[in-house]
Each structure stands twice: as C-alpha cells, then as structure tokens.
C-alpha cells in the first residue's frame, strides 16, 4: 500500500511505501545530487518488498510535479506509463533516468573536487567545531564520488585547512602517532577539539568552540 506524507515545510511530499513487514520510504529525487538519489533507489529496490512490477510506477509517482527539470513528465514520455507497470519498467525507469541526469552528475563531481580540494579554508571567526563539521562533511561526499583521500593524508589537510600558526599545528601533533596510519584523521579531529578551543591554553588567541 501506497501513501503520502509531508516532508518539513519544503512542499514536497515524501511516498511512503508500506505492507505487513517493512516500512521503507521511497527516496527523494534531487537534481543537485543525482548520485545520491540513484544509489538510495538501488538500496531501496534491494529492502523495499515490492514485487518489481510495481517499481517503476512507484518510483514515478514520487518524483515531484513541476521540477524545474520537468522530469516526471520526461520519463513517462521515455519509458511510458504501460512499461512502467511491467517487470521491466523499473529498469527502465533507471535508465532513462541515467541518460538525463547522468551529464548532471558529472558536473556535480567537479563541485564536490573543488569544495574539498580547492576552496575548503576555516573561515575568519569560524569556530573549530563547526569548521571540522564543515570538513567532515565534504570529506564524506568526496568519499560517495570515490574521491576519498587516506586517513593520514586527509588528517594533514584537515591541520593546514583549519589556519593554524606554526606553533598551533606542533601543540596539535603531539595529539598524533603516524604510525597509526587509519587513525590519524580522528585524533587531528580530537586534537583541534582538544587545543584550539577558547579557554585551552594553546600558543595564540582562543579560538570559539
């Protein structure tokens, strides 16, 4: 059984597929991060328990209606509303979905190499935790578009995008053992937390937490 909810004040309306087992929400189409919304459709094929003629139809009838994109019209143009109710239609549905929006995404990992390798900086009066936040979250992304550095190398970054002094960046080290190679980004991360806090007694201005 099929229903609808509402998802936040954004307008959009989040389809809720649901039968005696399993509770499993249909995802969310997003133009700004097709990858994303392509690997939750996989996943949710996988767990959904909805026999797979039924798919196509209601993964179309979550897509929203009047997207700048047009896209739920654009599908049911390419796949057509007879397919999408056959066993075929979901597969179908992914790949008509790949050929529009498959361009999109390759634009999209060009943003996500530039937010993390070129323009990710500690702002002026940013405090450190919401800047490792910022870090982390990027790091994670760039990880999802198999851009995802090694553990050392990606504590480094961390230390040298944060801003610190010379002085800063030795109290902080002294947090870090590089023989432990998979460890070195979370003790950077516990280091910065540890030191560059207002009130620590670190060897420049307090930093806000």
Request: glycine share 6%; aromatic share 8%.
């Amino acid at each position: 059984m099929a229903n609808q909810a509402n998802q936040g004040g954004g307008g959009q309306q989040e389809l809720v597929v649901t039968d005696r087992s399993t509770r499993v929400p249909v995802p969310i189409f997003s133009a700004d991060n097709y990858k994303a919304y392509s690997e939750e459709v996989e996943m949710w094929r996988e767990v959904c328990n909805i026999p797979k003629a039924k798919q196509g139809i209601i993964l179309w009838l979550a897509l929203p209606r009047g997207d700048a994109s047009d896209i739920k019209e654009l599908i049911l143009s390419k796949v057509g509303k007879d397919e999408l109710k056959t066993e075929q239609g979901v597969d179908r549905f992914v790949q008509a979905m790949e050929e529009a929006f498959k361009p999109a995404d390759e634009i999209r990992d060009m943003e996500v190499y530039t937010d993390f390798y070129k323009k990710m900086e500690r702002k002026d009066g940013e405090k450190i935790t919401d800047f490792i936040n910022k870090f982390d979250k990027c790091a994670n992304l760039a990880k999802r578009h198999d851009m995802e550095l090694p553990p050392k190398v990606k504590g480094l970054k961390l230390l040298e995008d944060a801003g610190l002094t010379e002085q800063d960046v030795k109290l902080v080290l002294t947090e870090i053992d590089f023989t432990e190679g998979t460890e070195v980004y979370n003790k950077a991360k516990r280091g910065l937390t540890k030191y560059m806090r207002e009130g620590a007694n670190q060897s420049t201005a307090s930093i806000k937490l």
